[in-house]
């Protein structure tokens, strides 16, 4: 069974840094694209950033240029490093990623538990 644990997440200043860490377990083959999405109280959730295997990134406009999103492929995570944060990044922070199984070969989307990030002074 595959399963995504995220962690790292906390309160900080604004002005502050956190790293978030995402881990993939189970039986895995191949794990194409890994994200992290975000949701805040009382709005949709977005995507915050997003990379393929072979390492093509893309982000949300809002934290273009402060927020970095990399990946350990040997290790099967994923990470989000965040800096110069700002109170509108308060949020639930969500690992997502698409699943190839070993003994399948099917490819599903997968959602993690959630880490929440707070930041405020």
């Known amino acids: 069974q595959v399963q995504l644990v995220e962690s790292g997440g906390g309160l900080v200043r604004p002005g502050g840094s956190l790293r978030l860490s995402c881990v993939a377990s189970?039986?895995?083959?191949?794990?194409?694209?890994m994200a992290w999405y975000r949701q805040a109280p009382e709005k949709q959730r977005e995507l915050v950033a997003t990379?393929?295997?072979?390492?093509?990134?893309k982000y949300a406009d809002s934290v273009k240029g402060r927020f970095t999103i990399s990946r350990d492929n040997a290790k099967n995570t994923v990470y989000l490093q965040m800096n110069s944060m700002k109170p509108e990044d308060t949020a639930a922070y969500y690992c997502?990623?698409?699943?190839?199984?070993?003994?399948?070969?099917?490819?599903?989307?997968?959602w993690g538990q959630g880490t929440q990030v707070t930041v405020s002074s």
């Open positions: 990379m393929n295997s072979v390492g093509s990134t």
């Open positions: 997502n990623a698409n699943i190839r199984a070993t003994w399948t070969g099917v490819t599903t989307n997968y």
């Open positions: 189970g039986s895995i083959s191949m794990i194409p694209t």
